[in-house]
């Protein structure tokens, strides 16, 4: 029983390790793999040329260099064993002449003989030549007697010796009569139509990505809060439908967001009209302490509407255009210090960037107005890099609890804790609220934190 439990410990274990590698494998492909839809899609075109070329090129090397170089040289060795036999069945040729003459006119070799013992020893064969082997082998099966063969010392020409009764046997051919050496034709051709097909590739790729990255752009545009005039659906049938079916999302976003604010302002004029006969009627009435405090609750009942109203509008109606942010924050010290707090601008970066001025401006000033309620001391920074512009507002305040970071962007959150009744919601507990929607809708956000004041620190981050 225990040595079944080894067992299965080990085959669990072997199974933990095996799963392991295949899932550090995928790891590694993925990082390895390229990310964008281009570079993947021009991977997918380019492996499988790349392995038919590879195929190609081995199916031509083993059946047109090899087979063709094996008859060529056996060609040769055909017409030198057949100049053998002509030596040996007519000695009255004494000088060769004759047979020279015939190898050089009619079989395309040079012909001479040496001494008997004018043989080199043999050398080492050449690892990778074909022409070596296919000779070597075909002298061996059809002549039969010692040879040496010297086929790279000369460029154009290969070398024959082999040793006869009372003489050696030199020959000349020329390579390409025992070589199939149309190499550089072949692999010019497959470089060649390859280049062109992946030219094609990459052109034909180009116009197909350029419609989803012209999406991707409007969509990007869109949360960001800016426009984009010049955006129709092209491309592929697939990427128009992707394209329309964006268009229309947007169609129904914009819709609901002009139903939402054309509904409040109806409901807002209607409030309004019973609040001016408020306002109309205690007049007539005259001055009393009661009519103070209703007075009271009117006004406070205007300012609750026009901070709702606000809510609900949020800032639609204006564009995106460049902003000066370094003036913009240094208004907004200006302001604070107007109102007796102390306060800092600093900036870092290029301050021009396109934002709608307006609500990104009425944001930071609800960030910074629930500051100046709650704290005397205001530090405005603000960074702009290549991709974010962030805005930092510090303040010395008592803070908020970690807990409740969130909560207080809740619209109509109204603790006093919360330090979310400030100016900007006229108390109506909307003001972070109002921040945060006008952050997102310029495809940011806003995040609380400690600061190194001692109070809060909201951090304004919207791409640019």
């Known amino acids: 029983m225990s040595t079944l439990d080894t067992s299965l410990t080990w085959i669990r274990s072997a199974s933990r390790h095996v799963s392991s590698f295949h899932a550090w494998l995928g790891r590694s492909f993925k990082e390895l793999m390229p990310k964008g839809l281009y570079a993947r899609a021009l991977l997918i075109i380019i492996v499988p040329m790349v392995v038919l070329q590879s195929v190609v090129a081995f199916v031509f090397m083993e059946r047109h260099w ?23 069945i007519y000695p009255q040729d004494k000088d060769r002449v004759q047979l020279r003459n015939i190898a050089q006119n009619r079989l ?6 040496l001494p008997v013992n004018d043989m080199p020893p043999p050398g080492p064969k050449p690892f990778f030549s074909l022409l070596d082997q296919a000779l070597s082998v075909q002298i061996s099966r059809q002549i039969g007697r010692p040879f040496w063969i010297d086929t790279v010392g000369r460029s154009s020409l290969v070398e024959i010796r082999i040793k006869l009764d009372d003489s050696v046997m030199r020959v000349y051919a020329q390579r390409s009569a025992a070589y199939a050496s149309n190499s550089q034709i072949f692999i010019f051709w497959m470089l060649g139509t390859s ?30 809060g800016r426009e984009a005039p010049d955006f129709r659906p092209r491309g592929a049938r697939e990427v128009r439908r992707a394209a ?7 169609t129904r976003i914009e819709r609901s967001i002009d139903q939402r604010t054309a509904m409040l302002a109806g409901v807002s004029h209607d409030l309004r009209t019973i609040l001016t006969r408020f306002k109309l009627e205690l007049a007539l009435i005259g001055d009393s302490p009661e009519t103070e405090g209703m007075r ?18 949020g800032d639609s109606g204006e564009h995106a255009q460049p902003t000066d942010m ?31 001025p307006a609500a990104f401006k009425r944001c930071l000033a609800n960030l910074v107005s629930n500051a100046a309620r ?47 009744q400030d100016e900007g919601g006229s108390g109506s507990g909307l003001g972070l609220a109002i921040a945060r929607d006008i952050a997102r809708s310029h495809g940011g956000d806003i995040t609380l934190a400690d600061s190194p004041l001692g109070g809060l620190r909201a951090a304004v981050r919207v791409p640019v």
């Open 374 to 420: 709650y704290a005397n001391t205001i530090a405005i920074t603000g960074h702009r890099d290549h991709r974010w512009l962030t805005i930092t507002v510090d303040d010395d305040g008592p803070g908020i609890p970690l807990a409740m970071r969130e909560e207080v962007f809740k619209p109509f959150l109204r603790l006093d804790d919360a330090r979310n």
């Open 296 to 313: 009271k609750d009117v006004d406070e009942m205007s300012g609750m509407l026009e901070a709702y109203l606000a809510f609900a509008r």
């Open 195 to 224: 280049s062109i097909l992946l030219i094609v590739a990459v052109l034909f790729l180009r116009n197909q990505i350029k419609p989803i990255l012209r999406l991707a752009d409007a969509a990007e545009n869109f949360g960001k």
């Open 244 to 250: 329309q079916a964006f268009m229309e999302m947007k």
């Open 66 to 88: 090899n087979t063709v170089t094996r008859r060529l040289s056996a060609a040769v060795v055909q017409d030198i064993a057949a100049l053998i036999d002509v030596y040996k």
């Open 326 to 356: 370094e003036q913009a924050l240094e208004e907004l010290r200006s302001d604070a210090e107007r109102h007796g707090h102390t306060a800092t601008v600093t900036f870092h970066g290029l301050p021009v960037v396109t934002v709608k």
């Open 108 to 113: 395309g070799l040079v012909v001479d003989f």
